[in-house]
């Protein structure tokens, strides 16, 4: 990879044993190791510069013509190649290698990993810390366990990210990396937020009084998405990451903004409490961020000089001429993907799909009551309210289920219920490709992407349901990937032209910046953490969130919503610099 299907995976034998690889850092949902080079790893020599990534649980799979776990996490690969890769660019994307594992493997590293890991991600927890189950319902997840590894049995070969080749920098000096979990880059433009007109389901089958519809309205069209979960998260506690520490006070969409300096302020804010949102990796070990000793290190640069490198790196609205002499994109088309396949919001996969909700529907109407601590009535999950018997998609559960479930490789596509890739390509990519690079110094969205989405009217989306779900399952993906930034200082080594040189690592997005001091700056930028996420599995958690984001926002800041009532709607958040 990336682009097109991945190969067979390697056996278990192929894979060195558990006591050379060590323990990298982990999410919610997969394990990192890295591999231990080391004089006698003989046979193992090509695993040098790899990371191991184990999945705790199993994949979400609703839906899918169940052909087993292991064709199943080939598709997941594929899925990144076919359909994630033509969203952001290839360039950012990173080779996988599917390998399997066995029992005895995951035992031994589970057993050697255990007292390195947080507490918090030792109780296998999907929720927020702080938040009760029955307030937001976790995904439906049979294989979620205490033990933390699950017992699937393949797991995925990655580069270090944090690395960079020996070819990039022969003789170099340290390497930083620097992971950045950027979350969402735009605001919502769906005709389906809170609307009453639009659709009124969520009013009616919600039973949600018309004063919080409007607030979240008002609130998600003024104020991001990270800013007011951060506000929930507060209430909820420290979280995993650097337990006890405060959330910060900046708006991750200043990250996709282009501009230098608004990235470089909004890292170092990030920095004073970067939770799971900014990790400082030195050759490829986690350091605390503020550890970077400029002393120590040979690159002689403080926290601040490494992440105004990394904010050089990632803005990509100078001018043209500087586009042309660096040329990395990522933010914008990661942005600007995020809100072309986010046209429907969550709130619209509930106006487009409401068999999607039917089992969760309840969890869902205990948000709405004025009382939000009034107790929770759980047999109302087994009572489909009336008018979710009446499927609007004219499809059953289990259809729908296989339409948006992982798409099938290309020579399973006319099996069974299962869906192709190329179906998928059709519907995610076919009216958007055009727009993702579309005016790049406008700033992410560009104003044809923001035009293409207003000229979608709630007949179109309505009428092409499959579409907008498929292309909301992709953002989902694109709102929780991670960027790592990982460079080199490095003595200038000839006299530069002023011609572009050819990039330093091969088949990446990747490139040299000159430094003032005569020095320059070796770098490469890739994206991880793709997975494929299931609508079927999520959606209801996702739906939830978002309306508990809001009402915790509207009732913890007043004036805020007060403010934002005589606002006019702008596309940028309050809270952004821009
Ligand atoms: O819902 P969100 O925005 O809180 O995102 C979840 C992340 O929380 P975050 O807000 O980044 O701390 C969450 O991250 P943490 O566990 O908090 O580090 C996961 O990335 C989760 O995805 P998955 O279950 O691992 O596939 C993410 O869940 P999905 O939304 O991607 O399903
Ligand atoms: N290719 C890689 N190179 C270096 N480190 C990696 C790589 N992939 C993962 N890691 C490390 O492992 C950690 C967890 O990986 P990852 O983000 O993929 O887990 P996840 O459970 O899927 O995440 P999330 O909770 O965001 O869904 C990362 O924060 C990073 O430290």
């Given at each position: 990879?990336?682009?097109?299907?991945?190969?067979?995976?390697?056996?278990?034998?192929?894979?060195?044993?558990?006591?050379?690889?060590?323990?990298?850092?982990?999410?919610?949902?997969?394990?990192?190791?890295?591999?231990?080079?080391?004089?006698?790893?003989?046979?193992?020599?090509?695993?040098?510069?790899?990371?191991?990534?184990?999945?705790?649980?199993?994949?979400?799979?609703?839906?899918?013509?169940?052909?087993?776990?292991?064709?199943?996490?080939?598709?997941?690969?594929?899925?990144?190649?076919?359909?994630?890769?033509?969203?952001?660019?290839?360039?950012?994307?990173?080779?996988?290698?599917?390998?399997?594992?066995?029992?005895?493997?995951?035992?031994?590293?589970?057993?050697?990993?255990?007292?390195?890991?947080?507490?918090?991600?030792?109780?296998?927890?999907?929720?927020?810390?702080?938040?009760?189950?029955?307030?937001?319902?976790?995904?439906?997840?049979?294989?979620?366990?205490?033990?933390?590894?699950?017992?699937?049995?393949?797991?995925?070969?990655?580069?270090?990210?944090?690395?960079?080749?020996?070819?990039?920098?022969?003789?170099?000096?340290?390497?930083?990396?620097?992971?950045?979990?950027?979350?969402?880059?735009?605001?919502?433009?769906?005709?389906?937020?809170?609307?009453?007109?639009?659709?009124?389901?969520?009013?009616?089958?919600?039973?949600?009084?018309?004063?919080?519809?409007?607030?979240?309205?008002?609130?998600?069209?003024?104020?991001?998405?990270?800013?007011?979960?951060?506000?929930?998260?507060?209430?909820?506690?420290?979280?995993?990451?650097?337990?006890?520490?405060?959330?910060?006070?900046?708006?991750?969409?200043?990250?996709?903004?282009?501009?230098?300096?608004?990235?470089?302020?909004?890292?170092?804010?990030?920095?004073?409490?970067?939770?799971?949102?900014?990790?400082?990796?030195?050759?490829?070990?986690?350091?605390?961020?503020?550890?970077?000793?400029?002393?120590?290190?040979?690159?002689?640069?403080?926290?601040?000089?490494?992440?105004?490198?990394?904010?050089?790196?990632?803005?990509?609205?100078?001018?043209?001429?500087?586009?042309?002499?660096?040329?990395?994109?990522?933010?914008?088309?990661?942005?600007?993907?995020?809100?072309?396949?986010?046209?429907?919001?969550?709130?619209?996969?509930?106006?487009?799909?409401?068999?999607?909700?039917?089992?969760?529907?309840?969890?869902?109407?205990?948000?709405?009551?004025?009382?939000?601590?009034?107790?929770?009535?759980?047999?109302?999950?087994?009572?489909?309210?009336?008018?979710?018997?009446?499927?609007?998609?004219?499809?059953?559960?289990?259809?729908?289920?296989?339409?948006?479930?992982?798409?099938?490789?290309?020579?399973?596509?006319?099996?069974?219920?299962?869906?192709?890739?190329?179906?998928?390509?059709?519907?995610?990519?076919?009216?958007?490709?055009?727009?993702?690079?579309?005016?790049?110094?406008?700033?992410?969205?560009?104003?044809?992407?923001?035009?293409?989405?207003?000229?979608?009217?709630?007949?179109?989306?309505?009428?092409?349901?499959?579409?907008?779900?498929?292309?909301?399952?992709?953002?989902?993906?694109?709102?929780?990937?991670?960027?790592?930034?990982?460079?080199?200082?490095?003595?200038?080594?000839?006299?530069?032209?002023?011609?572009?040189?050819?990039?330093?690592?091969?088949?990446?997005?990747?490139?040299?910046?000159?430094?003032?001091?005569?020095r320059e700056v070796v770098w490469r930028v890739q994206v991880a953490d793709l997975d494929f996420?299931?609508?079927?599995?999520?959606?209801?958690?996702?739906?939830?969130?978002?309306?508990?984001?809001?009402?915790?926002?509207?009732?913890?800041?007043?004036?805020?919503?007060?403010?934002?009532?005589?606002?006019?709607?702008?596309?940028?958040?309050?809270?952004?610099?821009?």
């Amino acid at each position: 990879m990336p682009g097109g299907a991945p190969g067979p995976a390697s056996a278990p034998s192929d894979l060195p044993p558990a006591h050379l690889w060590r323990y990298v850092g982990e999410g919610a949902a997969h394990v990192a190791l890295a591999f231990t080079a080391s004089p006698d790893v003989g046979p193992f020599a090509s695993f040098a510069g790899k990371v191991l990534r184990l999945p705790k649980r199993a994949a979400d799979h609703p839906g899918s013509a169940n052909p087993g776990q292991e064709a199943r996490d080939l598709q997941k690969l594929a899925f990144v190649g076919e359909i994630i890769a033509p969203l952001i660019g290839a360039q950012y994307i990173q080779q996988s290698v599917p390998i399997r594992t066995t029992p005895e493997f995951r035992r031994q590293v589970a057993a050697a990993i255990r007292p390195l890991r947080p507490a918090a991600r030792l109780s296998g927890s999907t929720l927020p810390p702080g938040i009760n189950p029955l307030e937001l319902p976790g995904d439906d997840d049979p294989d979620l366990g205490p033990c933390g590894l699950s017992s699937v049995t393949m797991a995925t070969l990655y580069d270090d990210l944090t690395l960079l080749p020996d070819s990039c920098c022969p003789g170099g000096g340290s390497t930083l990396a620097f992971e950045v979990k950027p979350k969402w880059g735009f605001m919502p433009a769906s005709p389906f937020v809170a609307s009453a007109a639009a659709g009124t389901l969520s009013a009616s089958v919600l039973e949600e009084p018309a004063p919080i519809r409007e607030q979240r309205r008002l609130l998600k069209s003024r104020v991001c998405r990270g800013c007011m979960h951060r506000n929930l998260k507060a209430k909820a506690g420290p979280g995993p990451d650097l337990p006890g520490e405060g959330l910060g006070d900046y708006c991750g969409t200043d990250l996709f903004s282009g501009n230098e300096a608004h990235i470089h302020a909004t890292l170092l804010d990030i920095a004073r409490a970067p939770r799971n949102n900014l990790r400082l990796f030195i050759d490829g070990d986690q350091r605390p961020l503020g550890d970077l000793d400029s002393a120590e290190l040979d690159t002689g640069l403080d926290l601040a000089a490494a992440l105004g490198i990394v904010a050089r790196i990632l803005a990509f609205r100078q001018d043209s001429n500087a586009m042309a002499h660096h040329p990395c994109d990522l933010m914008f088309r990661l942005a600007q993907a995020q809100f072309l396949t986010d046209v429907i919001d969550i709130e619209g996969a509930l106006e487009l799909c409401p068999e999607l909700f039917e089992r969760t529907i309840g969890a869902l109407m205990s948000l709405a009551p004025a009382q939000p601590s009034a107790p929770f009535d759980l047999s109302r999950l087994s009572q489909p309210l009336p008018v979710l018997k009446a499927p609007l998609c004219g499809q059953d559960l289990d259809s729908l289920a296989a339409a948006l479930a992982l798409p099938a490789l290309a020579k399973e596509g006319d099996s069974g219920q299962a869906h192709s890739m190329a179906e998928w390509r059709r519907d995610v990519l076919e009216d958007i490709t055009h727009l993702l690079l579309a005016d790049t110094l406008a700033g992410a969205p560009s104003p044809v992407a923001v035009d293409f989405a207003r000229s979608l009217t709630v007949a179109d989306l309505l009428g092409d349901r499959i579409r907008y779900l498929r292309k909301l399952t992709c953002a989902a993906t694109l709102k929780d990937c991670s960027v790592y930034v990982t460079f080199q200082v490095r003595c200038c080594s000839a006299p530069r032209s002023g011609a572009e040189e050819s990039p330093p690592c091969t088949g990446a997005s990747s490139g040299v910046l000159p430094l003032p001091d005569g020095r320059e700056v070796v770098w490469r930028v890739q994206v991880a953490d793709l997975d494929f996420k299931s609508l079927v599995a999520r959606s209801a958690r996702w739906l939830s969130l978002d309306h508990l984001i809001a009402r915790r926002y509207g009732e913890a800041n007043p004036a805020v919503l007060e403010r934002a009532r005589h606002l006019a709607k702008q596309p940028r958040c309050l809270w952004s610099r821009v």
